[in-house]
């Protein structure tokens, strides 16, 4: 009892004691008193940030920070905060020639461009910058000092190619004239000169950079389509000229990147114009080539103020010749044959020092013609060198190249006009295919001077076809005969000429007469009432025809007879397609007569005997087809897959093997498989017997005399049986 009365009472002393000591806002209870509660001090970030907090007695307010200003002149937290005064543009406090940069709170006076701060007046004064450094605008030009900037002036023969504060280069306007062979390139030489002597004297260029650029292209773009960049010399002053013109109009181009294309070529050009050295690397594409250079090779040891990077890509249609390249010695041991199989490409730097640059420079070339790099192709890296031999494709200073079916990277430590060679090596003449071509046609020359002898001699065979069959087996022995011992004669080039244009003319007369004997098979077969033609028709295909052609061919292109390696057509100007198409049409319309008549032959069988298509019989009629397809010269089609690049070994055994054996089938078709020649060889084998044995006995002279009379034999066509 009395402890609940202890807790009542203390309870009460606290309530009144609390009532006595009670404290307004911004105050706190110290001892029986109350005391100013300093609000800033308790809270530092109580007004924000860029602000100032001001306690007072049992209150406080908020002013902003210099620079800095708010919406009231005194605030609290829940007014808003302080903003950034900009004092640049409410009143500009520097000095002339100068420039106000605002910053928190503050800003900051920076001189202009060509003017510094004085530290005794407080103020930006000119800089003298003809002054500054020797040589400003070059040992060549003359400085004159502007306010804030200077002025150079070119003596004549250099320029700054319009950029004021650039030092002035020489220009070099005094190219060689042009030779009768070069006046293609009049307008182009004409340009050059112009806008060179323009920029020497100081003119005022009326036209901007990328307008003579345009025209450039435009111009050097007619020199490609016109066909007369062919040799060494016209090749280097059209591309020596390109490279000078364009290194007078590019500085003056404005923007930073810059494309122009026509037809025939693509530029694509980039520039920076700064007081300081550009770094990083430049990545550039054009048509079928891509580039990546760095800036420090475009812009050199003697940074005149700007640097560029050109890159230009010329059409394939630009007839360039195909120097063999001298550093690759597997090349001239196996005598390959050139061709370009990229776009040719100029990069041009304003960097003039670029023999040995100090960074290498990578082109990615795509192929014009695309193909795996083999035994009989290959793939080389090349610019053009002005320096050898008037101009030839070089591979010095190739440091790297890698080559797939597609394209081509090559990497260089020098910079001029570069391209991609196609090498292609001819097939090596292996001992099995010199061995086959010998046994073979040896032998088929044995098997047509014995088909000469047949057809001239039995007389019952006497016929259409057989005069035919004789003049095929003629042409081809001539032909066999001239391949055979003279195919390789090319010490003698005059010689070597008249080999090849032999077997010209004979080959081709060989397939004429392939050709009519297609033709007198088909009138035999379904023209059944039309089956002889007259003998001047047959002298006017079978050896008029090949002598227009030959004739034609010489006169258009007398040195496609005769190569290095043989006596025959020369793979250059297609001038191969003067045999190979007459060739091709032969086969084509051999084939179709070829067709006709087997399909006329067969039904005539099948509806003779039912039972023709027997396996056995079958057998034996394809077999003779196929054998008289080869007589027509259908194995010549194997020529046609050389060309490709699969298969081509295997090809070429089954061209050389089926060809030299054409003799030994004409025989075996014309001769063994026809029944009255096969008679009369066995009368003669007879005959010849039988004047042996006669010899050691005792028959008589009416006996010995009758076994002299001609070979003769029962009525026939004489006509072979397919």
């Known amino acids: 009892m009395e402890l609940k009365w202890s807790f009542l009472l203390l309870g009460l ?71 950034d005064i900009n004092e640049c543009t409410d009143n500009n406090p520097c000095p002339k020639n100068s420039t106000c940069k605002n910053s928190m709170g503050s800003y900051t006076c920076e001189c202009l461009p060509g003017f ?66 070069q006046a293609a390139m009049g307008d182009l030489l004409n340009l050059f000169k112009s806008s060179c002597q323009s920029l020497s004297h100081q003119k005022q260029q009326h036209d901007s950079g990328k307008t003579l650029l345009k025209h450039l292209m435009n111009v050097g773009g007619q020199v490609v389509s016109s066909g007369n960049v062919s040799d060494s010399s016209t090749l280097s002053t059209f591309l020596g000229t390109m490279e000078d013109t364009l290194r007078l109009i590019v ?27 550009p770094k990083g690397s430049m990545i550039m594409n054009a048509e079928g080539v891509h580039l990546n250079i760095s800036w420090k090779t475009a812009a050199g040891e003697e940074y005149p103020g700007f640097a560029y990077v050109a890159l230009v890509s010329y059409n394939k249609s630009l007839n360039y010749p195909t120097t063999p390249v001298l550093e690759d010695p597997k090349a001239e041991s196996r005598n390959a044959s050139y061709q370009l199989n990229s776009r040719v490409v ?14 290498p420079v990578t082109l990615t070339f795509k192929h014009l013609q695309n193909g795996a790099v083999s035994e009989q192709l290959n793939y080389s890296c090349v610019y053009w060198d002005e320096t050898r031999d008037g101009g030839a494709w070089s591979q010095k200073g190739c440091m790297t190249a890698e080559f797939n079916s597609t394209h081509a990277v090559c990497t260089w430590s020098h910079l001029s006009s570069f391209a991609v060679l196609m090498a292609l090596y001819p097939v090596k003449d292996t001992f099995e295919l010199v061995l086959i071509t010998r046994i073979g046609l040896t032998l088929s020359l044995v098997c047509l001077f014995v088909c000469i002898l047949t057809f001239c001699l039995c007389r019952s065979i006497k016929g259409t076809r057989t005069t035919i069959h004789l003049h095929l087996c003629l042409s081809l022995f001539i032909a066999d005969f001239i391949f055979l011992f003279f ?60 002598l227009a052609i030959v004739i034609i061919s010489a006169i258009a292109y007398p040195s496609g007879y005769g190569t290095e390696r043989h006596c025959w057509l020369s793979l250059e100007e ?149």
């Open 13 to 83: 002393l606290v309530v009144l004691t609390g009532k006595a000591k009670s404290c307004g806002p911004g105050f706190l209870i110290e001892g029986k008193g109350c005391k100013d509660e300093n609000e800033c001090e308790d809270n530092p970030n109580l007004c924000g940030d860029h602000s100032i907090c001001h306690n007072t007695n049992g209150s406080y307010y908020c002013t902003c920070q210099p620079g800095f200003q708010s919406t009231k002149p005194n605030f609290t937290a829940t007014d808003p905060h302080c903003k």
């Open 116 to 181: 510094k701060l004085s530290t005794e007046t407080a103020a930006c004064r000119d800089i003298d910058e003809c002054d500054s450094e020797e040589y400003k605008c070059g040992k060549h030009g003359s400085c004159s000092n502007l306010a804030g900037s200077y002025h150079c002036k070119c003596n004549p023969g250099y320029s700054n190619y319009g950029n004021n504060q650039t030092k002035c280069t020489e220009l070099k306007c005094d190219r060689a004239n042009v030779t009768p062979k």
């Open 251 to 277: 500085p003056q181009l404005n923007e930073p990147l810059t494309k122009v294309n026509n037809d025939n070529s693509e530029a694509c050009m980039a520039v920076k114009k700064d007081l300081t050295r």
């Open 346 to 359: 100029t990069v041009l730097v304003s960097n003039t020092q670029t023999e040995h640059l100090p960074e």
């Open 487 to 546: 195919i390789s004669s090319t010490t003698n080039k005059v010689g070597c000429a008249v080999v090849a244009g032999l077997l010209h003319f004979f080959f081709l007369s060989a397939f004429c007469w392939m050709l009519l004997e297609g033709v007198q098979l088909y009138r035999m077969v379904v023209l059944v009432f039309h089956t002889t033609l007259r003998s001047l028709y047959l002298y006017a295909v079978g050896y008029g025809v090949p």
């Open 574 to 722: 297609d001038f191969i397609w003067s045999f190979f198409a007459p060739v091709c049409i032969v086969i084509i319309l051999n084939s179709f007569f070829f067709v006709i008549t087997v399909w006329k032959l067969a039904a005539k069988f099948s509806s003779l005997n039912p039972d023709y298509c027997r396996l056995k019989k079958l057998r034996g009629f394809v077999v003779t087809a196929v054998a008289q397809l080869c007589v027509l010269g259908g194995m010549w089609v194997f020529g046609c897959f050389l060309f490709q690049e699969q298969g081509t070994v295997v090809m070429l055994y089954l061209f050389t093997l089926l060809n030299s054996l054409q003799g030994a089938l004409i025989f075996i078709m014309h001769c063994l498989m026809s029944k009255a020649i096969r008679e009369e060889y066995s009368k003669l084998c007879g005959g010849v017997c039988t004047q042996q044995k006669k010899r050691y006995s005792e028959f008589s002279t009416n006996q010995s005399s009758n076994s002299q009379k001609p070979l003769r034999s029962a009525p026939s066509t004489g006509e072979s049986q397919i």
